[in-house]
């Protein structure tokens, strides 16, 4: 038999895509039959320009898929991509009316049967896992049989669609087959194709979740019990993928991969063993099951970053979702994720069915504190309502059209939109495309969450302690107060819909509570100034991003007629509070009304993507002050003598203090020389 399965189109530019694994693995075991057999990138066709976008791309599509010739199509298809793989299916029949078309993925696995009722062009639907059951259907087929006798698959006789046995789950994931990758494109194809620095390969380490959130299908798709490949299968597929495919990168492919502690440092000291701990890797983690120490051996095996699918900060939300987190080992965990050199994605999940407003709020205020507590990049979702959760099964009667969540992007093929029949299939069948829908929220409208969802992170990256101090100085909510910026923000640029951009925030939020705490009247915390400048302080260092210097504290030649210049992109800059006390009290989840005024220095610089800033002496900012480049050391000696200099009040004077603050200035990067000395 001649096979083509394909990956259907999919555009989105803040994503990237990677080889579909799942199609690999299904080619991999028919590998060494007699069928001949082709996986057909659609999506990299896209990036690549080889396959246009246009109202006419599903003509196109099946056209490319129809000049194989082949006897049988096999679709992989998800939430997303669903709509255009019924529509792709339908023209293939047209040109190729003979050919046997098969869809699997988790939403052809819940809406089966729907699917074939529905839509006539489909001849059948691989549910669940596919290497046994996809395999036998072909080898079934090719001998002139049926359906019926092949264990999880549906399929249509006549009018009437039909469900086989499940297939059970493979109980030892080992023996799936190596994925070769020789089926697609080298993995450079795609790293270029999407603009990424490495190559990134998907790394599957296991199946199943043994909890049953209410959003979530992977339970039920997977099964309860979870599953896991060998640390030896998967250090075998690390090591072929670097030297037979040339991986630079891996996502480890597991919602339950550090759930138990002595598999993940198993994995860990085998990678490192095995001298791939070079390669970086990507992971999702549960937050009660890792710890400094895990962390760190992580780190050294090659982690570069984790996912922690927090989802609320709303105990009453988290009952309904069937998730436990707890708050104080959330924000404990997401300090020493940090402070081990990770940067966590912390997942959050806003606009329930059953939410008030404040459960909401509670979700951004804890977002807020976590961008406080460390590095991070916060993703906020709405839900999506998946075919096989029980959000599906009790909400799909009260679904609307309102806005598009994240799982409903990606088919904008026709001039940023999407094509008139992908939008009429969808309307017609909210039971099918349910993810392209929404269930409707207590607390707030769509329209609102849907701005929270796709703007309040920049709050969290940018200004984080501000923001949060100025929705308890004017003891308004978090989502109030993020709508009242948007619509100030809104006016102030005249424009004529609500957006929000980084530079918007750089340039104009300071400006927004400032006027917002004049208008209201209200000034509890007289710090709160301080705070607004030191982010906007932090964003301009950040602009200017530097490289260390190979300077060293034993530099020779320094003497009083050496010219100190400060670095450009550093800054000196004085406060009238103890700001290094306030980060670290806001950092601890303390949020006091008064402190007492303490006159402090705080410098700022950018190296790479680390943000570097220090506590000094007020005479350190005025040293800097006076680095311009055309002033001595001696020079400065003596302006800072003078009356009202610094120096003469706090930590020195005279030549010593200049050469010890310039030698440790230098040190950190906040001072150049132009020419020192070999």
């Given at each position: 038999?001649?096979?083509?399965?394909?990956?259907?189109?999919?555009?989105?530019?803040?994503?990237?895509?990677?080889?579909?694994?799942?199609?690999?693995?299904?080619?991999?075991?028919?590998?060494?039959?007699?069928?001949?057999?082709?996986?057909?990138?659609?999506?990299?066709?896209?990036?690549?320009?080889?396959?246009?976008?246009?109202?006419?791309?599903?003509?196109?599509?099946?056209?490319?898929?129809?000049?194989?010739?082949?006897?049988?199509?096999?679709?992989?298809?998800?939430?997303?991509?669903?709509?255009?793989?019924?529509?792709?299916?339908?023209?293939?029949?047209?040109?190729?009316?003979?050919?046997?078309?098969?869809?699997?993925?988790?939403?052809?696995?819940?809406?089966?049967?729907?699917?074939?009722?529905?839509?006539?062009?489909?001849?059948?639907?691989?549910?669940?896992?596919?290497?046994?059951?996809?395999?036998?259907?072909?080898?079934?087929?090719?001998?002139?049989?049926?359906?019926?006798?092949?264990?999880?698959?549906?399929?249509?006789?006549?009018?009437?669609?039909?469900?086989?046995?499940?297939?059970?789950?493979?109980?030892?994931?080992?023996?799936?087959?190596?994925?070769?990758?020789?089926?697609?494109?080298?993995?450079?194809?795609?790293?270029?194709?999407?603009?990424?620095?490495?190559?990134?390969?998907?790394?599957?380490?296991?199946?199943?979740?043994?909890?049953?959130?209410?959003?979530?299908?992977?339970?039920?798709?997977?099964?309860?019990?979870?599953?896991?490949?060998?640390?030896?299968?998967?250090?075998?597929?690390?090591?072929?993928?670097?030297?037979?495919?040339?991986?630079?990168?891996?996502?480890?492919?597991?919602?339950?991969?550090?759930?138990?502690?002595?598999?993940?440092?198993s994995f860990c000291r085998q990678?490192?063993?095995?001298?791939?701990?070079?390669?970086?890797?990507?992971?999702?983690?549960?937050?009660?099951?890792?710890?400094?120490?895990?962390?760190?051996?992580?780190?050294?095996?090659?982690?570069?970053?984790?996912?922690?699918?927090?989802?609320?900060?709303?105990?009453?939300?988290?009952?309904?979702?069937?998730?436990?987190?707890?708050?104080?080992?959330?924000?404990?965990?997401?300090?020493?994720?940090?402070?081990?050199?990770?940067?966590?994605?912390?997942?959050?999940?806003?606009?329930?069915?059953?939410?008030?407003?404040?459960?909401?709020?509670?979700?951004?205020?804890m977002a807020l504190r976590t961008?406080?507590?460390?590095?991070?990049?916060?993703?906020?979702?709405?839900?999506?309502?998946?075919?096989?959760?029980?959000?599906?099964?009790?909400?799909?009667?009260?679904?609307?059209?309102?806005?598009?969540?994240?799982?409903?992007?990606?088919?904008?093929?026709?001039?940023?939109?999407?094509?008139?029949?992908?939008?009429?299939?969808?309307?017609?069948?909210?039971?099918?495309?349910?993810?392209?829908?929404?269930?409707?929220?207590?607390?707030?409208?769509?329209?609102?969450?849907?701005?929270?969802?796709?703007?309040?992170?920049?709050?969290?990256?940018?200004?984080?302690?501000?923001?949060?101090?100025?929705?308890?100085?004017?003891?308004?909510?978090?989502?109030?107060?993020?709508?009242?910026?948007?619509?100030?923000?809104?006016?102030?640029?005249?424009?004529?819909?609500?957006?929000?951009?980084?530079?918007?925030?750089?340039?104009?939020?300071?400006?927004?509570?400032?006027?917002?705490?004049?208008?209201?009247?209200?000034?509890?915390?007289?710090?709160?100034?301080?705070?607004?400048?030191?982010?906007?302080?932090?964003?301009?260092?950040?602009?200017?991003?530097?490289?260390?210097?190979?300077?060293?504290?034993?530099?020779?030649?320094?003497?009083?007629?050496?010219?100190?210049?400060?670095?450009?992109?550093?800054?000196?800059?004085?406060?009238?509070?103890?700001?290094?006390?306030?980060?670290?009290?806001?950092?601890?989840?303390?949020?006091?009304?008064?402190?007492?005024?303490?006159?402090?220095?705080?410098?700022?610089?950018?190296?790479?993507?680390?943000?570097?800033?220090?506590?000094?002496?007020?005479?350190?900012?005025?040293?800097?002050?006076?680095?311009?480049?055309?002033?001595?050391?001696?020079?400065?000696?003596?302006?800072?003598?003078?009356?009202?200099?610094?120096?003469?009040?706090?930590?020195?004077?005279?030549?010593?203090?200049?050469?010890?603050?310039?030698r440790e200035l230098l040190e950190?990067?906040?001072?150049?020389?132009?020419?020192?000395?070999?």
């Open positions: 038999m001649r096979i083509i399965l394909v990956f259907p189109p999919f555009f989105l530019s803040s994503m990237y895509n990677l080889p579909p694994l799942g199609l690999i693995n299904l080619a991999t075991t028919l590998k060494n039959s007699a069928h001949t057999v082709k996986i057909l990138d659609l999506v990299l066709a896209v990036r690549r320009g080889t396959l246009k976008s246009g109202s006419k791309i599903y003509d196109d599509c099946a056209e490319m898929i129809a000049e194989h010739a082949p006897d049988l199509v096999g679709f992989s298809a998800q939430c997303t991509t669903y709509p255009s793989v019924i529509n792709i299916a339908k023209k293939i029949k047209i040109i190729q009316p003979q050919v046997k078309i098969v869809i699997g993925g988790h939403n052809a696995s819940f809406v089966d049967i729907e699917t074939l009722t529905r839509y006539p062009w489909i001849d059948a639907i691989v549910r669940g896992e596919g290497e046994e059951t996809f395999p036998e259907l072909v080898e079934t087929l090719d001998s002139g049989g049926g359906w019926e006798g092949v264990e999880g698959v549906s399929f249509r006789r006549g009018q009437t669609a039909f469900r086989n046995k499940d297939r059970q789950f493979a109980a030892n994931l080992d023996t799936i087959p190596l994925p070769e990758y020789g089926y697609v494109e080298p993995l450079s194809v795609y790293r270029d194709a999407c603009g990424l620095p490495r190559a990134i390969a998907i790394l599957e380490a296991g199946r199943g979740c043994p909890h049953n959130c209410v959003y979530c299908s992977e339970s039920i798709l997977w099964g309860r019990k979870p599953r896991v490949f060998s640390v030896e299968r998967l250090i075998a597929e690390m090591r072929r993928m670097r030297d037979d495919f040339s991986a630079e990168c891996f996502v480890l492919a597991y919602d339950q991969f550090t759930a138990k502690r002595d598999f993940v440092e990678v490192i063993q095995e001298g791939l701990s070079f390669i970086p890797w990507y992971c999702i983690s549960r937050l009660d099951t890792v710890d400094p120490p895990l962390l760190r051996l992580m780190k050294e095996a090659g982690c570069e970053s984790m996912c922690y699918g927090i989802d609320s900060g709303s105990k009453r939300t988290l009952k309904f979702i069937r998730k436990r987190i707890d708050e104080d080992v959330l924000y404990k965990r997401v300090y020493e994720t940090t402070e081990e050199g990770l940067i966590p994605t912390l997942s959050f999940v806003i606009g329930f069915p059953e939410e008030e407003r404040k459960d909401i709020d509670s979700t951004l205020f961008g406080i507590i460390g590095n991070n990049n916060t993703l906020i979702q709405m839900p999506t309502v998946l075919p096989g959760t029980d959000l599906h099964r009790r909400y799909a009667r009260d679904l609307v059209r309102r806005v598009d969540t994240y799982f409903a992007l990606g088919l904008e093929f026709d001039s940023g939109k999407r094509l008139d029949e992908d939008e009429a299939l969808i309307n017609s069948d909210p039971v099918v495309f349910s993810s392209f829908f929404n269930v409707p929220c207590k607390g707030l409208p769509l329209d609102e969450l849907y701005l929270l969802a796709g703007y309040f992170p920049l709050m969290v990256q940018l200004f984080p302690r501000s923001f949060l101090l100025l929705s308890l100085e004017r003891e308004v909510s978090v989502s109030r107060l993020f709508i009242e910026w948007l619509f100030w923000l809104k006016r102030r640029k005249r424009r004529s819909e609500l957006i929000l951009t980084p530079q918007d925030c750089y340039n104009h939020f300071v400006e927004f509570a400032e006027l917002s705490r004049n208008k209201s009247g209200i000034r509890r915390l007289d710090h709160l100034a301080a705070v607004l400048k030191y982010e906007q302080l932090c964003l301009e260092a950040a602009k200017s991003p530097r490289v260390r210097n190979s300077y060293s504290n034993d530099v020779k030649h320094i003497d009083m007629t050496t010219k100190p210049l400060k670095s450009a992109g550093s800054i000196a800059e004085k406060f009238d509070f103890d700001l290094h006390v306030i980060i670290l009290d806001l950092k601890a989840g303390k949020w006091f009304q008064k402190y007492n005024p303490s006159p402090t220095g705080m410098l700022f610089v950018q190296f790479g993507d680390q943000l570097e800033t220090a506590r000094v002496e007020l005479a350190i900012i005025e040293f800097l002050s006076l680095c311009d480049g055309k002033n001595t050391l001696g020079e400065i000696a003596l302006m800072l003598q003078e009356p009202g200099g610094e120096g003469n009040k706090s930590v020195g004077t005279g030549e010593s203090f200049c050469i010890e603050a310039f950190a990067g906040y001072l150049e020389i132009d020419n020192p000395e070999p």
